[in-house]
């Protein structure tokens, strides 16, 4: 099973900005979708942004237009560049992957992958005001 290990998680004030990353001890292109998630305390593991193979990134709206999802084959790994960071983002941040035949949702709201195949331990972002 591919391992997948997050870092770039810090403490930031608000407008600031981090990139995270999340290496596969795998290959990435074998993965359909591939995604991150974030879980703050006392409220459910919510979708961020995907990227899969058949579409473009996709976002919830409430980190659209600050936040990048994109990935580097070569290096087998996942980004995510977040910018204009608010105290909302805080967050432990999780990236998974699914496998060759997993898939990919979104609603108005929200996003994420389908038959997850693996996650990351999670870093974490605490944005301050």
């Known amino acids: 099973q591919v391992k997948l290990v997050e870092s770039g998680g810090e403490s930031v004030q608000a407008g600031g900005s981090l990139r995270l990353s999340c290496v596969a001890s795998?290959?990435?292109?074998?993965?359909?979708?591939m995604g991150w998630y974030r879980q703050a305390p006392g409220k459910e593991r919510e979708g961020v942004a995907t990227?899969?193979?058949?579409?473009?990134?996709t976002y919830t709206t409430a980190v659209e237009g600050r936040f990048t999802i994109s990935k580097d084959n070569a290096k087998n790994t996942l980004y995510l560049e977040m910018n204009s960071l608010k105290p909302e983002d805080t967050a432990l941040y999780y990236c998974?992957?699914?496998?060759?035949?997993?898939?990919?949702?979104?609603?108005?709201?929200?996003?994420?992958?389908?038959?997850?195949?693996?996650w990351g331990q999670g870093t974490q972002v605490t944005v301050s005001s």
């Open positions: 998974a992957i699914t496998g060759e035949y997993g898939g990919a949702w979104s609603t108005g709201d929200t996003v994420g992958c389908n038959g997850v195949d693996a």
């Open positions: 990227i899969h193979r058949d579409g473009g990134p």
């Open positions: 795998g290959d990435l292109e074998n993965s359909y979708c």
